[in-house]
């Protein structure tokens, strides 16, 4: 009777280990999350993610407006900048 269960747990545990590495093959990896907690994962390989991420960055570029003055002149944020540092050192509580 003992032989028959240790036959039985035995092919069940190889039969999780197969499961477990063709699992594992095709990517699901265990992970774990910012708050300690850990999960199952399909994960991507590392080019792939690469690849993902160029294609996102393009597409920011893209869609990105051109920013004025971007040739050295002084833009509006230069002048903000004066204006904030006179406000502030005419109350007398500044860089100046």
């Known amino acids: 009777m003992l032989r028959k269960w240790a ?13 477990g590495g063709i699992l594992h093959a095709a990517g699901l990896r ?7 907690g850990i999960g199952f994962a399909f994960i991507k390989s590392a080019d792939e993610r690469a690849a993902e991420i160029e294609k996102h960055r ?4 893209a869609q990105a407006p051109a920013r004025p003055g971007a ?18 050192t005419s ?3 500044g860089l100046a």
């Open 71 to 88: 040739a050295g002149s002084s833009g509006p944020s230069a002048v903000r900048f004066a204006n904030d540092r006179q406000a502030v």
């Open 58 to 61: 393009e597409a920011q570029r």
């Open 30 to 36: 265990i992970v774990q999350y910012g708050d300690g």
């Open 91 to 93: 109350r007398g509580h």
């Open 7 to 19: 036959r039985r747990v035995f092919f069940l545990l190889v039969g999780l280990a197969v499961i």
